[in-house]
């Protein structure tokens, strides 16, 4: 394979930041997220990612439920606030079906943490891919999203919003810029593990 299996903080710091340019919509009804279910199911993978409300309460990291839905295309991307409202049968729907492969970094957490939104046994996620176990696969040592985006597409991403306030009343321009990047990333890093013939 022709890129480096590994990259320093230093070293990414070289790297120019970039961001999602395409179209983003916040989704806080059923109307809307059929809509999107909508567009979204034409695809064959789409991107994935959620962020929840930070904890600064040491050996308390997982506390709070899900807070935001992020999925992508490469023009298109949906925030669903989901501590806005219930999850729709339609998204659920799209999350269990395994023909629209739903491309994530470190998944197993998100998907247990969707999983909490429903009673035991009433969600079965299907067609999910974790980057990192891809990217594992050949050997990369820095299988983060931002590493990962690094090594192979030559960019980075802006973690800074990260341990923003997702639970807020407004998303802030940033923390909508930052969810849907996330998100966008994982699609874009898919295509190109297509494109080196790694998946």
């Not at 009804?29 to 909508?38: G, K």
């Not at 990217?135 to 192979?152: D, F, Q, R, S």
Request: charged letters at 25%; hydrophobic letters at 40%; a positive charge.
């Amino acid at each position: 394979m022709d890129f480096k299996t590994r990259v320093s903080k230093e070293e990414l710091k070289e790297f120019q930041i970039e961001r999602f340019e395409g179209n983003v919509h916040i989704v806080e009804n059923e109307a809307d997220t059929i809509r999107a279910v909508a567009y979204l199911s034409k695809y064959k993978f789409i991107g994935f990612d959620t962020e929840s409300k930070p904890t600064f309460v040491k050996g308390k990291s997982n506390i709070h439920g899900i807070a935001l839905l992020q999925l992508s295309s490469d023009k298109e991307a949906f925030l669903f606030r989901l501590n806005h409202f219930e999850m729709p049968e339609s998204l659920k729907l799209l999350l269990e079906n395994p023909n629209v492969l739903k491309i994530g970094s470190a998944t197993h957490g998100d998907i247990h943490k969707l999983a909490e939104l429903y009673k035991k046994g009433e969600f079965h996620p299907k067609g999910f891919v974790d980057i990192q176990v891809v990217g594992k696969k050949y050997k990369i040592e820095t299988v983060g999203l931002t590493k990962l985006t690094a090594l192979l597409l030559g960019f980075r991403i802006s973690k800074r919003q990260q341990l923003s306030n997702w639970e807020a009343d407004e998303l802030s321009a940033a923390q909508i810029s930052y969810a849907a990047t996330d998100a966008w990333a994982c699609y874009v890093l898919y295509q190109e593990f297509i494109k080196r013939g790694m998946v």
